[in-house]
């Protein structure tokens, strides 16, 4: 049991991992890639945009894909495609292919997100799951630290497409591995229903909502994303009533009626909007108004990254002795803080000041993620852990975009300076304390998701 836990923990921690290294290192290729493939500004932001759409409406429905076949199952294929697309896109011939080729590159990037937590979630009692989740956590906050070192150290010398085949070989190894493994699977007694038509809703919302939210960050006219809102809200609505009628729903009671699932969604939301609104404006400012080339400003950042890995066991600590409700509380209003300090980043602040506010914003923000977490996936029944797994990637993919959108907005609508847009995004912060105060008061193990409980097939 040990062996497998390891195993189960290690293929986790790499996925995670291969995923938020790709989104990293991808910002430092972007210019390269533009000028070689003679490609527009839109069409490069569309190497990101699409790639967003294609994960962020095809989680939820990965993740029941997860609890009916096999989390397993479904993580190889995802790591195996994940690199097979990283490996097309490294030999892209133009603009098109790269943008074609990295919506194919979400599609199985949806697939093992949500198995690196379905995967957990089965071999670990919930009691327990806080340590693996802060390992993950505290692995991905490594990797984006380490992103645009490793994506100016491989572009300088061998170009764009040596990033994406930075990819292939971790991929490739750990899918096989994974797939091959011999490891057993618990199976259900039945197999949880497939809700075709509420996943087909729901990808259309979020894919509706995620296109508003970087059109009008991208064109800078939010008027320009209102028919895809409008036909976001006609999806939601379609999806909700839809749910309440259907026998079998994509989104069970298991999942979201526990009563910690909703607010700890909400939490991650608004926190991940506020810390990725705030590394979007600093680094502008850091550039564009203060000079520092990329490598500086990636230095100038480096104390979020590190605090947040330093940040990620602590929080679990933190959790089985005070309970995710203190936890979570304290550590949004802490990210609310570090925001406001880097609201001053303009105003020429001490060198000091600034890392303090990237630090507590990279301490405030690992602290969340590993709390809110926790807290979604072990609220969920082993059989629809894929689900609960799903929910959480969409609400890290939802928030960013918000924050982004929301801070380029501000910055070229009303030509607001960064400090606004910054004190703005530490209101969005604290937007997520009252959701904080609704978590557990303490650690509890839910009834009926104990280890005897069958695991997800």
Do not use: K
């Not at 097979?84 to 590159?105: E, K, Y």
């Not at 002795?321 to 406001?340: D, K, M, N, S």
């Not at 907005?409 to 912060?429: E, I, Q, Y």
Request: glycine share 12%; hydrophobic share 55%.
């Amino acid at each position: 049991m040990r062996a497998q836990r390891a195993t189960t923990l290690a293929a986790s921690v790499v996925g995670a991992v291969v995923v938020a290294l790709d989104g990293t290192v991808l910002t430092v290729a972007q210019p390269t890639l533009q000028r070689d493939l003679h490609a527009s500004l839109t069409q490069v932001q569309w190497t990101s945009t699409g790639y967003l759409i294609a994960v962020s409406s095809l989680l939820v429905f990965a993740g029941r894909l997860g609890d009916r076949h096999g989390h397993r199952r479904m993580f190889a294929l995802g790591m195996l495609g994940f690199g097979a697309a990283s490996a097309g896109i490294a030999v892209a011939p133009d603009i098109g292919w790269v943008i074609g080729l990295r919506a194919l590159q979400g599609a199985f990037g949806a697939l093992l997100q949500p198995a690196t937590l379905g995967m957990l979630r089965a071999a670990y009692p919930p009691e327990r799951l806080g340590m693996p989740i802060a390992l993950r956590t505290g692995a991905i906050a490594l990797a984006a630290a380490a992103g645009p070192l490793v994506g100016g150290a491989l572009v300088a010398p061998f170009g764009w497409r040596a990033v994406f085949f930075l990819n292939v070989a971790p991929a490739l190894v750990m899918g096989v591995l994974v797939g091959c493994a011999r490891a057993p699977e618990q199976r259900p007694s039945s197999r949880p229903p497939l809700d075709l038509l509420g996943a087909a809703l729901l990808a259309t919302a979020l894919m509706c909502l995620v296109y508003a939210l970087t059109a009008g960050a991208d064109s800078g006219r939010p008027v320009m994303s209102a028919p895809a809102l409008l036909g976001s809200a006609v999806a939601a609505l379609m999806f909700v009533r839809h749910e309440r009628r259907t026998t079998g729903p994509l989104l069970p009671p298991d999942v979201l009626g526990r009563p910690g699932v909703g607010p700890a969604l909400a939490l991650l939301v608004a926190a991940s909007a506020a810390m990725l609104g705030a590394m979007f404006v600093s680094s502008y400012v850091l550039q564009d108004e203060l000079g520092l080339d990329p490598l500086r400003t990636a230095l100038r950042a480096l104390p979020g990254p590190v605090a947040m890995v330093l940040a990620a066991p602590t929080a679990a600590v933190l959790m089985r002795r005070c309970g995710p409700r203190r936890t979570a509380g304290t550590a949004a209003a802490l990210l609310g803080v570090g925001v406001l300090l880097l609201s001053r980043l303009s105003q020429a602040l001490p060198a000091l000041w600034t890392g303090m506010g990237f630090l507590l914003v990279g301490a405030g923000f690992g602290t969340v993620m590993v709390t809110a977490t926790a807290v979604v996936v072990r609220e969920a029944s082993v059989t629809s852990a894929g689900v609960a797994g799903g929910l959480q990637q969409t609400a890290l993919n939802i928030g960013p975009t918000v924050g982004v959108a929301v801070a380029g907005t501000l910055m070229t609508c009303t030509n607001a300076a960064s400090g606004p847009t910054l004190a703005a995004l530490a209101c969005v912060s604290l937007l997520g304390v009252p959701p904080a105060l609704r978590l557990p008061g303490r650690p509890e193990t839910p009834v009926g998701t104990g280890e005897g409980s069958p695991a997800a097939g």
